[in-house]
């Protein structure tokens, strides 16, 4: 699981450092941005806002079983949470309710941080209630990484014969030298079950796997083997 968490982590999150290098560096050198604070004040904030934002993604990614479900919740947030940031819209005519949940989202106290760090020449001291909240969230998100990639996939394979084939050793099967079989018992790991059966239809819709001898078999994700 931590193995899992680790490597989505530095996958995900490692994506992120070259934009927020080339945003930081070359957008505010070229385009004439005012930059007020030391390159190591705003990795030392960034660091935080990299992990929140990562687990978060994490844990939407591990909420929908469809994988442009999480994509489609981002795009359809992300307009509405940078008006409930405050620095578009007056936080005084957002509702409260609102302002309190935009908390929990890691761009919100980012925004505020990275405006009053970088724009306004604030001291980190002065910004440093919006760094511990984005490290708090990083916890959260983190801990429900955690929760929501915990052991307890199950596989199963479903097959019309208990032996697999191996293809590649086929010429022995043809010179009489091996049968070019195994017994899927002895090559299966662990947590993986063996259908013995055929799937005479997989119904997308109701995520059911029809099998020739009647019963359907529920699944969340489902690969194809020709």
């Known amino acids: 699981m931590l193995a899992l968490r680790l490597a989505r982590t530095l996958g995900v999150g490692g994506l992120f450092v070259l934009p927020v290098t080339y945003f930081f560096g070359f957008c505010f050198d070229y385009y004439g941005i005012a930059r007020t604070a030391e390159p190591a004040a705003l990795w030392l904030f960034t660091l935080p806002f990299l992990l929140a934002t990562t687990w978060l993604g994490v844990v939407l990614g591990a909420l929908f079983t469809r994988r442009d479900l999480p994509t489609q919740v981002v795009l359809i947030s992300s307009l509405p949470l940078v008006f409930l940031a405050g620095f578009i819209w007056p936080l005084e005519l957002i ?15 980012a925004i505020e941080g990275f405006l ?111």
């Open 95 to 109: 509702p409260t309710p609102l302002n309190w949940l935009a908390q929990w989202v890691p761009s919100t106290p």
């Open 116 to 226: 009053r760090l970088n724009q306004m020449g604030a001291e980190f001291s002065q910004v440093s209630r919006y760094w511990w909240q984005l490290w708090g969230l990083a916890l959260l998100h983190g801990g429900l990484a955690c929760l929501l990639l915990r052991p307890g996939v199950d596989v199963t394979l479903i097959n019309p014969r208990p032996r697999f084939v191996e293809r590649i050793r086929l010429h022995q099967l043809v010179t009489g030298s091996d049968d070019a079989v195994v017994e899927f018992a002895e090559i299966l790991g662990p947590g993986i079950t063996l259908v013995t059966d055929s799937a005479t239809r997989i119904d997308t819709a109701t995520r059911l796997v029809h099998l020739r001898s009647g019963g359907p078999l529920a699944y969340d994700y489902a690969i194809y083997g020709g």
